[in-house]
Structures are given as C-alpha cells and as structure tokens.
C-alpha cells in the first residue's frame, strides 16, 4: 500500500531501517536499505484511496498518450520485445494480460496464435480496446475479479508499480493460473543504467508509481508464493532520451497529474519512425551489453506458482 508519513516499517520485507529519497518528480519515496524498494509517501491527510486514483490520470485522461502515434510506435517496439522473451517459455495457450493499455501485446499474442483476454482499469481504455481494436477486455480493478477459467499464462507489464497492494495483487494472479502457469511480470527496474545515472530526475519517479523494485526488493516480494524461473532486463532504444529529457527538468515539485502524454503528442510522428528505424539498429550491441548485465530499464521476472 502506499505509505504515509507516519509510517515506520517496509511494506514488502517489513524491515525498520528506511531512507526518504526526494524531492522527486513522484514527490517523496521511502527506500528500504534492507530489501531495496521504495515506495511513494502520502501525506497522512490525503485519501489514499483518491490519491491512487488521481494518479493514473498521469496515464489516462481524456485526451491521452493512448492517442499519440509517438507512444503506439514506442509500445509497439515493446510489445515485440516482450514477444520474443515470452515465446521462449511459452508457445501456445490461453493468455490473460492485466492492463493492456494500447493494446499492443494483445495484438502481438494474437499474430503469434495465442488466445488472449485483457483485464484494464481504464474505461477510457477499455473502450479504445473494444471499440477499435475489437480485443476482448473487461473492465474494472483486477483485484475485484474471480475468474471460473485457469490461465496458462498471466502477462503484466508495467502494473505493479500502480498497485496500492502489489502482494494482494500477486494473490489473484496466483488465483487466475493454472498449476504449472506462468507469470510474465515487467516494472521499471530501480537497478538499470538510466536509474544509476539519473538519480532522483529518473522518469520512473511520477505520481503514478507507488512501489518501485529492483532486484532484491521484486524477489522478496515473490518469495513466499513464486518460484522465480529467470530475471532478465530489456533496454528500450528510447530510453536514454527521455533519461537526458528528464534530467533537464525541476525535481522541487511533484509532476503535475494532467501533463501525461504532452511529450508524446507533440512529437512528429514521422521524426520518432525515422529515428526507430536508425537509431534502434545503431545502438543495438549497447543495448544488449546492458540487458546482459541486467542494467536495462526494464525489468522481467518470470515465475510459477510454488
């Protein structure tokens, strides 16, 4: 959950021994110097209930990165990516992704033959998936869903670091998969390169993100429910730019909720195609350095249920 001022204790290991890191563009964090997570700091008079809510409008509002073509090309790199890491442990079956967002993954699983069902917390989102893309998604918090099917596999990218619970939220999925099921689980990684370099100016740092991990930290998380089969890092080729672009920016102040996706949209979509497709291919041998020293941004855990 997110913790307040008051609070005294690591919510993932429990440990007492707690360092605030700020001011961020995500406003305060505690760092537990035990397990390595930090995890954003309310105010003790805030709602956090509201406090959660508001903070996804980072991700989703009426006019949204959804609707950039910037971002779409970017997710799509992405969803690609994550193909290629998963088909590895997993050819065929019955796929539930949590939070799809654009819809990319989705899309990739359905070309690769796979079966694919979406739970999405937006219904701005929820719509744009159903309405134009014609994926099969349901709506709400998927902490509130039973499923009467097993899954052969669970997909969830870049959702734990918006849970208020992520244990709770690590239950149900353990709930949804079928007994020899696995978890494909990705959330910026607090050990990557960008993070070293950066500092409290990394991008990781938003509103949205309530609990950010690393290595340790994810591991601790998993321990008691989850038998870890392979930590892996993948380095997106823009991820380095928006590192610069945000070192360029003031962290004495939180980040506005209702700025997401400004960046995005006001890029040319012509220009971002252009440097995909000569930039990407040029710092591929880097890239790859880093994911093999687990210094990329994002990280991938791949688990079953023990």
Same mark, same amino acid.
């Given at each position: ?84 890491l998963i088909k590895k442990f997993l050819v065929s079956g019955q796929i539930l992704e949590i939070g799809p967002g654009g819809g990319e993954f989705m899309l990739e699983a359905m070309e690769a033959g796979m079966e694919v069902v979406g739970v999405e917390h937006s219904p701005i989102a ?9 994926? #099969?998604? /349901? ?8 499923? /009467?099917?097993?899954?052969d596999a669970i997909v969830n990218m870049h959702v734990i670091e918006h849970v208020i619970d992520p244990a709770l939220h690590l239950r149900n999925a353990r709930r949804a998969l079928k ?14 390169? #960008? ?58 102040? /939180? ?52």
């Open positions: 959950m997110i913790q307040t001022e008051n609070d005294n204790r690591c919510n993932i290991c429990g440990g007492k021994n707690l360092k605030i890191i700020g001011p961020t563009q995500g406003g305060f964090y505690n760092r537990c110097l035990d397990c390595g997570v930090e995890t954003r700091i309310s105010s003790p008079d805030s709602n956090i209930e509201i406090d959660f809510e508001s903070s996804q409008k980072t991700c989703y509002t009426d006019s949204d990165q959804l609707e950039s073509p910037t971002l779409s090309i970017i997710q799509r790199n992405a969803a690609q990516e994550r193909m290629k929820t719509q744009r998936l159903r309405d134009i893309l014609g994926l #099969s998604v /349901e709506c709400g918090a998927f902490e509130d869903f039973n499923f /009467e099917d097993k899954f007994k020899n099921g696995l978890l494909f689980l990705g959330t910026p990684n607090l050990n990557s390169w #960008s993070r070293a370099v950066a500092g409290k100016k990394w991008q990781g740092y938003t509103p949205a993100h309530q609990n950010l991990f690393g290595f340790e930290s994810m591991r601790k998380l998993l321990e008691d429910d989850w038998e870890i089969i392979n930590f892996s890092t993948i380095e997106a080729w823009e991820n380095w730019p928006w590192t610069l672009l945000s070192m360029t920016r003031s962290v004495q102040t /939180e980040r506005s909720l209702n700025q997401g996706g400004k960046v995005s949209k006001s890029l040319p979509p012509g220009l971002l195609k252009a440097a995909n497709y000569l930039i990407r291919p040029a710092t591929w041998p880097y890239r790859k350095i880093q994911e093999a020293m687990l210094g990329g941004s994002e990280l991938i855990v791949i688990a079953k249920p023990r």
